[in-house]
């Protein structure tokens, strides 16, 4: 299985970007597909998550500014990102697991390489 995320760049606060992530070698359309990010000096964390059938889970952080969605026919998961603070400066990671989806970094076996997001006051 291979995710590769884009999207990623410098925006101002306030802004909106979106994120992709494709992924290849097993069957998309079943698959949890998560969004997490890591900020310089801290832990990854979770943002976003959305099962097969397209349920979603947001962290509190980004709730209400942030929208994951997927394209089971380009087998892509997207991070729309609107409204963006500083504080959501970061590499973001995609991830997936063919099982429940979970908002537990650890329960992820696949991971793409990264995108960048820096938000400029």
């Known amino acids: 299985v291979q995710l590769q995320a884009s999207g990623g760049g410098v925006v101002q606060a306030g802004s909106s970007l979106r994120l992709s992530c494709a992924a290849s070698?097993?069957?998309?359309?079943?698959?949890?597909m998560g969004w997490f990010r890591q900020a310089p000096g801290k832990e990854r964390e979770f943002v976003a998550a959305?099962?097969?059938?397209?349920?979603?889970y947001y962290a509190d952080s980004v709730k209400g500014r942030f929208t994951i969605s997927r394209d089971n026919a380009k087998n892509t998961v997207y991070l729309q990102m609107n409204s963006l603070k500083t504080e959501d400066t970061a590499v973001y990671y995609c991830a997936a697991r063919w099982s429940r989806v979970s908002l537990i970094i650890t329960r992820y076996d696949y991971w793409g390489q990264g995108t960048l997001v820096t938000v400029s006051s």
């Open positions: 070698g097993r069957t998309f359309s079943s698959s949890s």
């Open positions: 959305i099962n097969w059938s397209g349920g979603t």
